[in-house]
């Protein structure tokens, strides 16, 4: 057994969101959302960090993508600042 520490309560509050979050699953529609994109979502299951369950093997079945692996991966969603552009004076 081995012994964790933390050093400030925002990486214990991490952990356990990521604890709870391993059981759960999200669908492929959202979990290309929170990862970015299908196309990063693919290369993420192909390289093997995002693991996938297709319980039919039907066409058109329903992924269920751990929502653990898929937070680890999310893409940054804080807004951008705008930058507001210096008025130039005229002296003339």
């Given at each position: 057994?081995?012994?964790?520490?933390?050093?400030?309560?925002?990486?214990?509050?991490?952990?356990?969101?990521?604890?709870?979050?391993?059981?759960?699953?999200?669908?492929?529609?959202?979990?290309?959302?929170i990862?970015?994109?299908?196309?990063?979502?693919?290369?993420?299951?192909?390289?093997?960090?995002?693991?996938?369950?297709?319980?039919?093997?039907?066409?058109?079945g329903?992924?269920?993508?751990?929502?653990?692996?898929?937070?680890?991966?999310?893409?940054?969603?804080?807004?951008?600042?705008?930058?507001?552009?210096?008025?130039?004076?005229?002296?003339?």
């Amino acid at each position: 057994m081995s012994i964790v520490t933390y050093n400030s309560p925002t990486e214990i509050l991490l952990d356990n969101i990521m604890r709870v979050m391993e059981g759960e699953t999200f669908c492929k529609d959202r979990a290309a959302y929170i990862v970015g994109g299908q196309k990063k979502l693919e290369r993420l299951i192909e390289a093997g960090e995002i693991n996938v369950d297709k319980p039919s093997n039907s066409q058109n079945g329903k992924w269920h993508c751990n929502a653990a692996q898929v937070l680890k991966h999310c893409r940054n969603m804080r807004p951008k600042k705008k930058v507001k552009p210096i008025k130039k004076r005229n002296y003339d």
